[in-house]
């Protein structure tokens, strides 16, 4: 393994997330910079020497930088510099916290190989990602593990695939622009691909949306006109990339979530008329779950109550869902979800998350909490926990990096669930 570094540039490494963004607080600058500590600190005599490449599959940038222009963070994946199936064990760990994996058929893996690229950006991640035919599922049980709360936007550049998310099923064609919500279940098909991917924070976009719900499964037609601008926009982004230093990165990062919503916002509105009515009640409800989680007489009588509906017509309304109270459950567990695993000094005891989000008791939160992720409570603040020791210790493996990438874009304590409000 080679590591080269110009030791000057470490302050402008943290110096260049010190201002990126506030609310996420000094943690997590140290945390980023951290990394790059770690995994960039063997010193070279020429001090003038721009970062270099870390073998055995890893590459990280800038290679030559001004010391002045800190570069964007940037993690590269080469399966190449790997012998027989290591290289696709490997790519598939470095694709864990997002999906759980399986080449699609009974394809030997021994002959596969996939590649991955993130850039840093600040308030957002970047990637491209390329892999043969594959089957990815997110599960409950992978949410749990690994708590993120993201919009994963994607363009496939080559391929196609089919989603299924809640008994529906719908197709991406090369071209199209894709939403997930990574704190959904979803089952994904792909042919041979390659794609570009944002992730980004929940809390950043979804205030911008118009109907946030709507996004999860959202697909943008490549041959829809915001289809192509925001097709235009993200190939046009991977291409600068290279160029741009990590201010101007962030600068660019804070505009995507305002082009993103308006894109979304204007296929929203072009739903069906004899769609849209039903979809905007449902959405005004969900908005109005959301806002009252907290509330203890959360329940069908009080939503009825304050949209003049019949209970009759509240349950058609939520049976694609799997009923109202099942929506207000689940969004319960991933509140509470949030609260077990995102670190803190004062972390709350697991019976104050349950009696806060409605349980009437530690073992029925328990019961709920296993049969939604798989696990109990206690497993998965133990998890969370494991993972980020793990981190620590194996900071030079790329995919500990990239999983710690996308923590870091996880709201803090201040943000979030009502237990890490001051």
Known sequence: ??????????????????????????????????????????????????????????????????????????????????????????????????????????????????????????????????????????TNATIARGALDHCLVKLYLEGDCTLSKGGNTGTMRTGDIGFLNLGCPVAVETSAFQLLALVIPWDGLAPLVKAPEALHGLVLSADSAVGMLLNDHLRALDAQLPELDAAAARAVADGIAGLIAACVGSAIDARSPADEPRGALLDRIKEFIEMRLEAPELGTALICDSFGLSRSALYRLFEPLGGVAKHVRDRRLARALDDLVIPRRDRPRIVDIAYHWGFGSEASFGRAFRSNYGMSPGEARETAQNMRRTARKDAAAIERVLHRWMRSLTPQASQGGAIRRS
């Open 1 to 138: 393994m080679v590591i080269r570094v110009d030791p000057s540039q470490r302050f402008d490494i943290a110096s260049q997330y010190e201002n990126l963004d506030r609310r996420r607080g000094a943690g997590l600058c140290r945390d980023l910079a951290g990394d790059h500590g770690r995994l960039l600190s063997t010193p070279v005599s020429d001090a003038r020497r721009g970062f270099g490449t870390m073998r055995q599959g890893i590459t990280m940038g800038p290679r030559e930088a001004a010391a002045e222009r800190p570069s964007i963070p940037t993690l590269s994946f080469d399966p190449e510099e790997f012998s027989g199936r290591a290289g696709f064990t490997r790519w598939r760990d470095l694709l864990s916290i997002l999906f759980e994996a399986e080449p699609a058929g009974a394809a030997d893996e021994t002959g596969l190989a996939g590649s991955a690229t993130a850039f840093h950006l600040g308030s957002l991640l970047m990637l491209r990602i390329g892999g043969p035919a594959m089957a990815l599922r997110r």
